[in-house]
């Protein structure tokens, strides 16, 4: 049920693509269990067999943010951990950045660019922070101050809880374990 819907919704984002542009290799409910009383809803990884479609669809509702019954949907790349990680170390750095009004880009596996006066500036590891703010003409900037974490309690990634329920340990058995 949940293939036809989303097709449905890409259509309506990308009503240029043919039927057989919005190709599905994958698409499944988060591989969490709901909470009891939760009220957004669980996250869809979905897989396009298409990667330029994939990336129009990720314009297309960057550019135009969609609602479904009252909620907005948004769409988010399925990043790593260690990726998730570094770009939040950076935050104080793309915090200046959009506070000046500078456009940045985030490359893959991690790289952050900034287009200024008509040069590509990249940052490819933490440790270059500083010399990067200042090619840019930014303050010094303080990558070491603890950050507020925004992610909800227990939750690492996108790919999952990371607070575990405390377990009893298992009943001893009444029969004796041989010794090895």
Same mark, same amino acid.
């Given at each position: 049920?949940?293939?036809?819907?989303?097709?449905?919704?890409?259509?309506?984002?990308?009503?240029?693509?043919?039927?057989?542009?919005?190709?599905?290799?994958?698409?499944?409910?988060?591989?969490?269990?709901?909470?009891?009383?939760?009220?957004?809803?669980?996250?869809?990884?979905?897989?396009?067999?298409?990667?330029h479609i994939k990336e129009a669809l990720m314009r297309?509702?960057?550019?135009?943010?969609?609602?479904?019954?009252?909620?907005?949907?948004?769409? /988010?790349?399925?990043?790593? $951990?260690?990726t998730l990680r570094k770009r939040r170390e950076l %935050?104080?750095? #793309? @915090?200046?950045?959009?506070?000046?009004?500078?456009? /940045?880009?985030?490359?893959? $596996?991690?790289?952050?660019?900034?287009?200024?006066?008509? %040069?590509?500036? #990249? @940052?490819?590891?933490?440790?270059?922070?500083?010399?990067?703010a200042e090619r840019l003409g930014l303050p010094a900037?303080?990558?070491?101050?603890?950050?507020?974490?925004?992610?909800?309690?227990?939750?690492?990634?996108?790919?999952?809880?990371?607070?575990?329920?405390?377990?009893?340990?298992?009943?001893?058995?009444?029969?004796?374990?041989?010794?090895?």
């Open positions: 049920m949940l293939a036809p819907t989303l097709r449905e919704l890409f259509c309506s984002l990308l009503p240029e693509a043919s039927p057989a542009e919005l190709l599905l290799d994958r698409a499944h409910r988060a591989l969490k269990a709901p909470l009891p009383n939760a009220t957004q809803p669980r996250d869809i990884i979905i897989r396009m067999h298409y990667f297309a509702a960057r550019d135009n943010p969609l609602q479904i019954e009252g909620h907005q949907v948004c769409f /988010y790349q399925d990043l790593a $951990p260690s %935050r104080p750095l #793309t @915090l200046e950045l959009a506070r000046r009004h500078i456009r /940045y880009t985030w490359g893959h $596996p991690f790289k952050l660019q900034v287009r200024q006066n008509n %040069r590509v500036h #990249t @940052l490819y590891h933490i440790s270059e922070a500083t010399a990067f900037i303080d990558l070491t101050a603890e950050q507020p974490d925004r992610r909800p309690a227990g939750r690492l990634s996108p790919r999952g809880p990371t607070l575990h329920p405390t377990r009893a340990p298992p009943p001893s058995s009444p029969h004796p374990q041989p010794a090895t």
